[in-house]
Each structure stands twice: as structure tokens, then as C-alpha cells.
């Protein structure tokens, strides 16, 4: 029942984490390229919570994006995503890992091109699957809400209204849409 429940909050998590762009697909007004950073994680209050990497760099015609923080009790959270820029902005990728001391606990991914996202949770032995409704071209998590976003500056400072769509996991675990 835990096992499920957790699966149930991250569907909820990365289907919130989605987007959809109406009408026409993200053109690539900021086009990426390589950068490497490192963010701190804090708090409200501005406590730092754990160190960060950022790495971003194209290969084979895909932009890479590796996210890592990791915490002073040993945990490490890990997002990756990867993007094609060209002809539009288009997530193909998107994944989470949170490990405690080398060893994996919970594991989400999202195969936007197959249309498939996946959990494990180690602690219930719990491995889960399910299609998810993907339109290329509009749908992004993670990193990808903020790279499209990134994208929509110009449009939304010149007055453009974007509606977006959000997608969501119910408990039932169908996909429910909302305007």
C-alpha cells in the first residue's frame, strides 16, 4: 500500500510537472549549448540544504541535461533530461534518481518518445510502468518546464497570453486533463 502511494505521488509529481503549449510546437528562440554551474539547494530561509552540479552539453544533435544535489546524510538526487532543439523544442527524456549512500532508493523516467513512464521504489520492491498521453513538441518535466519556458520569454513580454495545459495521474492512475 506504501509502495503505491508513492508511486501514486510521483505520477502526480511528473505529471504536474508537465506541460503542454497549445497550438504550435516550442520554436527554439534561446537555443542551448554547453554550460556547467554549480546551484545550491536552500531552504525558505535560505539555509543551504546541498551542494549542486549543473552540466549541459550537445551531443549527436541532443542537448544533455544532468542535474545533481547532494545532501551532507549521504543523498543524492539526480534529474536527466534530453532535448532536440531542431526544427522545434522537443523533450525526448526525463529522468529521477535519489540514491542514499551509493544505493539507489527511488527511480522515475519518462520515455517521451515511447510514451512510457517508470518507477522503482527499493525499499517495497515496487516496479511500476504505465503509458503516458505525450504530444512531441509540447509536453516537458523537470528542467524541461524551465528550458521551454525559457523559450516563451519573448511571447509572453510582448503581452502574448500562452495557455498551457497541465496533465495529471489521478489516484486512479488515468491521465486527467485540465485547462
Not at 532536440?84 to 527524456?93: A, S, W
Not at 502574448?160 to 496533465?167: A, D
Request: charged share 25%; hydrophobic share 40%; glycine share 6%.
Amino acid at each position: 500500500m506504501l509502495a503505491t502511494r508513492k508511486l501514486v505521488t510521483f505520477f502526480s509529481i511528473l505529471a504536474a510537472g508537465m506541460i503542454v503549449a497549445p497550438v504550435f510546437a516550442l520554436k527554439v528562440t534561446e537555443p542551448a549549448a554547453a554550460s556547467h554551474g554549480y546551484p545550491g539547494l536552500c531552504d525558505i530561509n535560505g539555509k543551504k540544504l546541498a551542494d549542486g552540479e549543473f552540466r549541459q552539453w550537445v551531443e549527436n544533435n541532443r542537448l544533455h541535461v544532468v542535474i545533481t544535489y547532494k545532501f551532507s546524510a549521504g543523498e543524492v538526487y539526480e534529474e536527466h533530461s534530453q532535448f532536440r532543439q531542431e526544427p522545434e523544442l522537443i523533450q525526448e527524456k526525463w529522468s529521477w534518481k535519489e540514491s542514499k549512500h551509493g544505493r539507489s532508493q527511488r527511480e522515475f523516467a519518462a520515455d517521451f518518445l515511447a510514451g512510457i513512464a517508470s518507477a522503482h521504489i527499493r525499499q517495497d520492491n515496487k516496479d511500476v510502468s504505465k503509458r503516458i498521453n505525450i504530444e512531441p513538441g509540447r509536453t516537458f518535466a523537470g528542467f524541461g518546464f524551465s528550458f521551454a519556458l525559457s523559450n516563451l520569454r519573448k511571447r509572453l513580454l510582448s503581452g502574448e497570453q500562452v495557455q498551457l495545459k497541465e496533465s495529471a495521474f489521478r489516484r486512479s492512475q488515468r491521465l486527467a486533463r485540465k485547462l
